[in-house]
C-alpha cells in the first residue's frame, strides 16, 4: 500500500535527495512515486534508512502517536540493559511481531516496512510486550 502522508516522528538532519534538511518534529510531507516529497522537493524513498528513522504515514491520522510509540520500541529494544535478551526473546516468540520481520534474515531481526507504518493496535502491543 502506498500512503500519501507523513509525519516527521523526531528531528530529521541528514543529507537528503535534495541536499542537507532538518525537518521539525510534527512536519507533513507528501508522497509521490515512492518519495517523501517536502516543499516540492524530494527528501528520500519511503522504503529507505532515513524514511524508517524519522517519517511514518499519517493517512489515519495516527502519524504522532505512531511515531511516538516506534520511537519507544525501538529505544527499548536498543538498550543494552538487564533484559534485554528477554525482551527481544518476546519480539521472536510473539506470533503477532513475526508478520513485522524481513524474512530474508533468519537469524537476525530486522523490521519490515510494514512495522513502520503499522496499525497503531499493533504497535501499542509491541510496546506492552516489551514494556516500551
Known amino acids: 500500500?502506498?500512503?500519501k502522508i507523513y509525519v516527521c516522528r523526531k528531528r530529521a538532519k541528514f543529507k537528503a535527495i535534495c541536499g542537507q534538511v532538518n525537518i521539525r518534529y510534527g512536519t507533513i510531507l507528501n508522497c509521490q512515486g515512492g518519495f517523501l516529497i517536502l516543499n516540492?522537493?524530494?527528501v528520500c524513498s519511503v522504503t529507505s534508512q532515513n524514511a524508517y528513522?524519522?517519517?511514518?504515514q499519517n493517512d489515519?491520522?495516527?502519524g504522532k502517536e505512531r511515531g511516538e510509540l516506534l520511537n519507544r520500541i525501538?529505544?527499548?529494544l536498543m538498550k543494552q540493559?538487564?533484559?534485554h535478551n528477554a525482551r527481544w526473546g518476546?519480539?521472536?516468540d510473539d506470533p503477532r511481531c513475526q508478520k513485522?520481520?524481513?524474512p530474508e534474515q533468519e537469524d537476525h531481526w530486522i523490521w519490515n516496512h510494514d512495522f513502520y507504518n503499522g496499525p497503531v493496535e499493533d504497535l501499542r502491543y509491541i510496546a506492552a510486550l516489551i514494556g516500551a
Open 60 to 62: 489515519d491520522g495516527m
Open 40 to 42: 516540492d522537493l524530494p
Open 53 to 56: 528513522d524519522f517519517f511514518t
Open 100 to 102: 513485522y520481520k524481513r
Open 90 to 92: 518476546k519480539i521472536w
Open 1 to 3: 500500500m502506498e500512503y
Open 81 to 83: 540493559t538487564p533484559g
Open 74 to 76: 525501538t529505544a527499548t
